[in-house]
């Protein structure tokens, strides 16, 4: 992040295999320095609540049902396919963010992070992650798993099985492609640094995922 703060977003990297079978998915992440007091997990103030309840009026019936439809949210289930998940057993992450809410009666707060994600991707439907800055060794990018690689630093997570796509940074894996972050690079209650990142996929405009990245970059870094 630059010492004014101000939202720069960069381009991630790519191995070449990741280039030649998918030329058009790309990561893009951005750093933000937490302006808010308040532990990162606490609650949200009164203003991110009333913005998740707005978000879970214009997502009732016939809207929630409909959503895979739109644009952006048809645009990753066709990835997922693309790379063997099938989004109906693997939801895309807006999908599953509304069946969520028709559970449970509406986008619930869970905390200030949570809460700042969950609106971005709501509002956009491209998926937005956060990293504790200070785990991450460099830019990230895409690549597929190597054998024999874990997640995370070591003590690692499981084994990767070999080609598995992950998001990277120069010292290994810290997560599977649209899945939740290794638990050692997530955010804890103390962290003040982030590195936020998205990927977006054919068919979503670079747009859509920069706003996604913006939203959370605002929100967090706003005095």
């Known amino acids: 992040m630059s010492p004014s703060g101000r939202f720069e977003p960069t381009p991630g990297w790519r191995t070449r295999e990741v280039e030649e079978d998918l030329p058009d998915v790309r990561l893009i992440q951005a750093e933000v320095e937490l302006a808010r007091e308040a532990p990162l997990l606490a609650a949200s103030p009164r203003q991110v609540r009333e913005r998740l309840r707005e978000l879970s009026n214009r997502f009732r019936g016939g809207r929630a049902v409909a959503v895979r439809r739109e644009p952006v949210p048809a645009a990753y289930r066709v990835f997922?396919?693309?790379?063997?998940?099938?989004?109906?057993?693997?939801?895309?992450?807006?999908?599953?963010?509304?069946?969520?809410?028709?559970?449970?009666?509406?986008?619930?707060?869970?905390?200030?992070?949570?809460?700042?994600?969950?609106?971005?991707?709501?509002?956009?439907?491209?998926?937005?992650?956060?990293?504790?800055?200070?785990?991450?060794?460099?830019?990230?990018?895409?690549?597929?798993?190597?054998?024999?690689?874990?997640?995370?630093?070591?003590?690692?997570?499981?084994?990767?099985?070999?080609?598995?796509?992950?998001?990277?940074?120069?010292?290994?894996?810290?997560?599977?492609?649209?899945?939740?972050?290794?638990?050692?690079?997530?955010?804890?209650?103390?962290?003040?640094?982030l590195t936020l990142f998205a990927v977006g996929v054919p068919g979503v405009p670079e747009v859509y995922v920069e706003e996604a990245l913006w939203s959370c970059h605002a929100a967090l870094g706003r005095a």
């Open 80 to 193: 997922f396919r693309h790379i063997g998940l099938d989004p109906d057993v693997v939801r895309t992450p807006i999908e599953a963010a509304v069946l969520e809410r028709m559970l449970r009666g509406g986008f619930l707060s869970e905390g200030f992070l949570k809460d700042v994600l969950l609106i971005a991707l709501v509002d956009t439907g491209v998926p937005v992650w956060a990293l504790d800055a200070a785990s991450v060794d460099g830019p990230l990018g895409i690549r597929p798993s190597r054998e024999g690689e874990r997640l995370g630093r070591p003590p690692a997570g499981g084994p990767l099985p070999p080609g598995r796509l992950v998001i990277a940074d120069a010292s290994g894996p810290l997560a599977i492609l649209f899945a939740k972050p290794c638990a050692q690079h997530e955010p804890a209650a103390a962290t003040r640094r």
